[in-house]
């Protein structure tokens, strides 16, 4: 059975760091390309960063350049590093991979960023 499950998350004022963690089992994580969604109060999820399989990343406007995403292939675990937060970035945030077939996307449990002074 594919698991995904997020830690790293808190309570940080305006312009500190967080580093989200999401570990995988049940699959070999390398060969997925990994997402990290969030989801604030009243508002849809959002697509914040994207790692490919190879390593590449991809961003939100609303996060370039403040974020940071990579993956450890030996710990089966992709890495979301969150400088500069501010209010705006309080959210639930997801890991999510797309695995095709019958399992489709699978997602984590969430974990809660919370930015305030």
């Known amino acids: 059975q594919v698991q995904l499950v997020e830690s790293g998350g808190g309570s940080v004022q305006p312009g500190g760091s967080l580093r989200l963690s999401c570990a995988a089992s049940g699959i070999i994580f390398s060969v997925y390309p990994v997402d990290w969604y969030r989801q604030a109060p009243g508002k849809e999820r959002e697509l914040v960063a994207t790692i490919t399989s190879s390593g590449r990343p991809n961003y939100a406007d609303s996060v370039k350049g403040r974020f940071t995403i990579s993956r450890d292939n030996a710990k089966n675990t992709v890495y979301l590093q969150m400088d500069g937060l501010k209010p705006g970035d309080t959210a639930v945030y997801y890991c999510?991979?797309?695995?095709?077939?019958?399992?489709?996307?699978?997602w984590g449990q969430g974990t809660l960023v919370t930015v305030s002074s």
């Open positions: 999510s991979t797309f695995l095709g077939g019958r399992s489709g996307r699978v």
